[in-house]
């Protein structure tokens, strides 16, 4: 469904992203797992459209991200890293104004934010001020709003970073929900145990290269586990709380 050839960016005199190149099949989720600064966010920025890269090309069933961003646009869901919430507008609010960008009619776009609101289980809070909203809560209201156009590819960029374990686990809960709904789900963490919990592929992510792409089960066969497989390609830790 997504190719990734070669693709570059870079800041500067600096790489960010160093000719990766890797595919994602229909329905299955990958982590692209590595520690601040390694090139998560730009590579997501780039398949997502909103970064244009300096090399390479990103297909989604064939048809080239860069040069038709629109199609992309309808097929793919972002989740940012940083919130792009509306703290003084309720939830209800927010997820009118994501779906009006989306040109979605109203009525459409009030079926689908029930229905994202109810799966991120937000539902009873909708007439809520975000601002009053835990961190935990801000992200899954995030979630919803990649949802409003349904599109079949998700792209979460540490999708739990900073939010308390309770509501880490209700995110998780959303994308194993998403993940049996048939979803593609990319997203970027430098949390081992997510990745070994929700992913079918792992994509360890290091100075911008891509230094082993397997599955969960093909790690452990090789390396014990992912940590085991991460000190050893890059000679380093990846901690818990290493990177945001
Ligand atoms: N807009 C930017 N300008 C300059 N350097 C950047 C910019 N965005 C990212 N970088 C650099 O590119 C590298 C990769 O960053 P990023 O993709 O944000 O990594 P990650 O998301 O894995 O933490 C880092 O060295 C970062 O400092
Ligand atoms: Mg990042």
């Given at each position: 469904m997504l190719d990734v050839e070669q693709l570059s960016k870079r800041f500067g005199s600096r790489t960010a992203v160093d000719a990766i190149s890797f595919g994602i099949g229909r329905g299955e989720t990958v982590g692209l797992l590595g520690p601040n600064g390694a090139g998560k966010?730009?590579?997501?920025?780039?398949?997502?459209?909103?970064?244009?890269?300096?090399?390479?090309?990103?297909?989604l069933d064939g048809v080239s991200v860069v040069r038709d961003a629109d199609a992309l646009k309808r097929r793919v869901g972002l989740v940012p890293q940083d919130l792009a919430l509306y703290e003084e507008l309720s939830a209800w609010a927010n997820l009118q104004l994501f779906g009006g960008l989306y040109g979605l009619g109203a009525r459409q776009l009030r079926q689908r934010a029930e229905a994202a609101l109810a799966l991120v289980g937000l539902a009873d809070r909708s007439g809520e001020r975000v601002g009053s909203f835990s961190g935990g809560m801000k992200r899954r209201l995030n979630i919803a709003g990649a949802l409003l156009h349904d599109p079949d590819l998700l792209l979460l960029d540490e999708p739990t970073v900073g939010v308390d374990p309770q509501s880490r686990n209700a995110i998780f809960d959303n994308l194993e929900e998403l993940k049996r709904r048939g979803k593609t789900l990319l997203y970027t963490t430098h949390y081992m145990e997510e990745a070994e919990r929700l992913c079918d592929r792992v994509l360890?992510?290091?100075?911008?290269?891509?230094?082993?792409?397997?599955?969960v089960a093909g790690f452990k066969r090789q390396y014990l586990n992912l940590e085991a497989a991460f000190m050893r390609l890059t000679g380093r830790a990846l901690r818990d709380g290493a990177g945001a």
């Open positions: 966010t730009t590579t997501i920025a780039m398949i997502s459209g909103i970064s244009k890269p300096d090399g390479g090309e990103v297909r360890i992510l290091d100075h911008g290269r891509i230094l082993a792409d397997d599955t």
